[in-house]
T-cell receptor
Framework: LAKTTQPISMDSYEGQEVNITCSHN???????ITWYQQFPSQGPRFIIQ???TKVTNEVASLFIPADRKSSTLSLPRVSLSDTAVYYC???????????FGTGTRLQVFP | DGGITQSPKYLFRKEGQNVTLSCEQN?????MYWYRQDPGQGLRLIYY???????QKGDIAEGYSVSREKKESFPLTVTSAQKNPTAFYLC?????????????FGPGTRLTVT
């Protein structure tokens, strides 16, 4: 399983775009990149998943460079309700277990 | 309304007692998982099951046991052998074999052992 490295914490203000980068140098050919969001005392919630290039859904975008050794989660125009912990996971999820690191704690200020 | 239910939300036990945490899903998912989360930490995998009547140990299985007799249910027993059982326990489920490989999580059970 590829190890991931992401910042421990980030601060932002309402209305700003937030980019959280995750490093995964040992990513394997069959690995996907997935991001989850977790609020206190709740289970994580799936945000987005990608394999290469760019993926966009209604809440976020995921940018993956050609070498796939890193990825960036982009949250457009954050609000106070985006204050949470964000986890980057890498793996062949069809066969692998999910490994959650400590994540990035995002604090959004008014 | 499909989803995963865990009960109870809060559970208190005395040291030395076994306790079973419930997890039920009506999403028709084949795979189910149990995680443990300690304050300020990420999730750690306890057990997982990809099919009925089969399950595998995760990274921290010692002191825990599971069963998977039905597709919908994956109960976790915290035994007296688990040295530090006080934690937040999360159950999840997923389909297998196709992307996106998304796990759906339940609301969690906070277990306190004194």
């Amino acid at each position: 399983l590829a190890k991931t490295t992401q910042p421990i914490s980030m601060d932002s203000y309402e209305g700003q775009e937030v980019n959280i980068t995750c490093s995964h140098n040992n990513i394997a050919t069959n690995d996907y990149i997935t991001w989850y969001q977790q609020f206190p005392s709740q289970g994580p919630r799936f945000i987005i998943q990608g394999y290469k290039t760019k993926v966009t859904n209604e809440v976020a975008s995921l940018f993956i460079p050609a070498d796939r050794k890193s990825s960036t989660l982009s949250l457009p125009r954050v609000s106070l309700s985006d204050t949470a912990v964000y986890y980057c996971l890498v793996g062949d999820f069809n066969t692998d277990k999910l490994i959650f690191g400590t994540g990035t704690r995002l604090q959004v200020f008014p | 309304d499909g989803g995963i239910t865990q009960s109870p939300k809060y559970l208190f036990r005395k040291e030395g007692q076994n306790v079973t945490l419930s997890c039920e899903q009506n999403l028709n998912h084949d795979a189910m998982y149990w995680y443990r989360q300690d304050p300020g930490q990420g999730l750690r995998l306890i057990y997982y099951s990809q099919i009925v009547n089969d399950f595998q140990k995760g990274d921290i299985a010692e002191g825990y046991s599971v069963s998977r007799e039905k597709k919908e249910s994956f109960p976790l027993t915290v035994t007296s052998a688990q040295k530090n059982p006080t934690a937040f326990y999360l159950c999840a489920s997923s389909i297998t074999g196709q992307a996106p490989y998304e796990q759906y999580f339940g609301p969690g059970t906070r277990l306190t052992v004194t």
